[in-house]
Structures are given as C-alpha cells and as structure tokens.
T-cell receptor, first 113, second 111 residues
Framework: SAVISQKPSRDICQRGTSLTIQCQVD?????MFWYRQQPGQSLTLIAT?????????ESGFVIDKFPISRPNLTFSTLTVSNMSPEDSSIYLCSVRDQGQPQHFGDGTRLSIL | QKEVEQDPGPLSVPEGAIVSLNCTYS??????FMWYRQYSRKGPELLMYTYSSGNKEDGRFTAQVDKSSKYISLFIRDSQPSDSATYLCAMGSGGYQKVTFGTGTKLQVIP
C-alpha cells in the first residue's frame, strides 16, 4: 500500500492563527481525503481533495475555514484557518486507489491555546 | 440512532485470550466492511476488509459479517500485548468512497 507522510506531526497554535497541514504520498493515487478525529468520536470526513479542482466538502465544513489544495496526484494540503480551541483535534489524510479501501497517514495532532 | 454502533470499551484481556470486537449498523446499503487498528499517536491501519457475509481469516484475525443481522465482528486468537490498540470498524457502499466509521474499541492485552 502507499506510504503516506503528514507534516507537521503535531503543533500547538495560538487562537486566530492558521496552520497548513501537508500530505505527501509515495505514488499516484485516485482519491485523497481529509478527516478529523476527536476523542470518543468516530472519524469525521471533512472533504475530498480533488486534483485540479475545488474540494468537495461535507456538511458542516466550509472552504473558508478549511481550504484544501491538491495540485497533483501525490500531494494535498489542508489549512485550518482562524483557529479556536474547538479546532483542537487530530487531522488525518487518507488515500484510496481504484477498488481499494482507504489508507491513512499518522495524522497531525493540533492543540489551540 | 447512529449508523454504526461500537462499544468504546476499554476491554482488558489476559495474553493468549480470544478477543471478540463487534459493531452493529443500521444502513442496509452498506456493502463492504473493514477493520482498522490504531496504535496510540498513529493513524488507523487497515487490518481486514470484506464484501460478503461470512468469515474471512488472516493469521490470528477473523472478520465475520452477518448482513441479515447487520452485525460484524473481529476475532483475535492468541492475543498478544502488541495487539493493544484501538480497533475501528468501518463500512460503506458505492466503491469505498463514502465510509462510515465506528467510534473504536480500546483493547488492552495484559501480559
């Protein structure tokens, strides 16, 4: 399966600032996704990152808060904008190829002070 | 009612025990089923996936799906301390694109 690298692995940020998380895959993949994982809750899909076009956001998530880029088939970024303590969470990148289940990176652990 | 229900545990078992982890679901459209293992400070790692009802075995792990009861299980034989992790069930329809996850069951295997 693809090797997925996420940067940074963790960060502590001040409220009102923004952080960009990078996801790099070692091979071209069809689909890339961004999830949020909060304690005691299931993984929540934020959006599907589409190569060369705007991401597809799930209900409750908007582009102004979580802008996403996917310039090619191996790389995507998620920005968490104007952060508040409620944004403290683990953010996970996942990838999927044709007919295969999703595989995940190790996540970015984000704390907002 | 959540689409996928999973007991959060924690579940503590002695080394060598058989572990049974379970999920129930309500959406009849789910066609494929997965189990992920997540170690502390790591991302979910795909353990097993299956399309059909019945059993699928891989080493010490057996995934069982009962579509008529909307119930899936993961059995771990001869459990080891290295099996201590959170286990997430996941299921979906329509080609793996839209996947619904359980909340995860935390397992601790005690030496």
């Amino acid at each position: 399966s693809a090797v997925i690298s996420q940067k940074p692995s963790r960060d502590i940020c001040q409220r009102g600032t923004s952080l960009t998380i990078q996801c790099q895959v070692d091979s071209q993949v069809t689909m890339m996704f961004w999830y949020r994982q909060q304690p005691g809750q299931s993984l929540t899909l934020i959006a599907t990152a589409n190569q060369g076009s705007e991401a597809t956001y799930e209900s409750g998530f908007v582009i102004d808060k979580f802008p996403i880029s996917r310039p090619n088939l191996t790389f995507s970024t998620l920005t968490v904008s104007n952060m508040s303590p409620e944004d403290s969470s683990i953010y996970l990148c996942s990838v999927r190829d044709q007919g295969q289940p999703q595989h995940f990176g190790d996540g970015t652990r984000l704390s907002i002070l | 009612q959540k689409e996928v229900e999973q007991d959060p545990g924690p579940l503590s078992v002695p080394e060598g025990a058989i572990v049974s982890l379970n999920c129930t679901y309500s959406n009849s459209a789910f066609q494929y089923f997965m189990w992920y293992r997540q170690y502390s400070r790591k991302g979910p790692e795909l353990l097993m996936y299956t399309y059909s009802s019945g059993n699928k075995e891989d080493g010490r792990f057996t995934a069982q799906v009962d579509k008529s009861s909307k119930y899936i299980s993961l059995f771990i034989r001869d459990s080891q301390p290295s099996d201590s992790a959170t286990y997430l069930c996941a299921m979906g329809s329509g080609g793996y694109q839209k996947v619904t996850f359980g909340t995860g069951t935390k397992l601790q295997v005690i030496p």
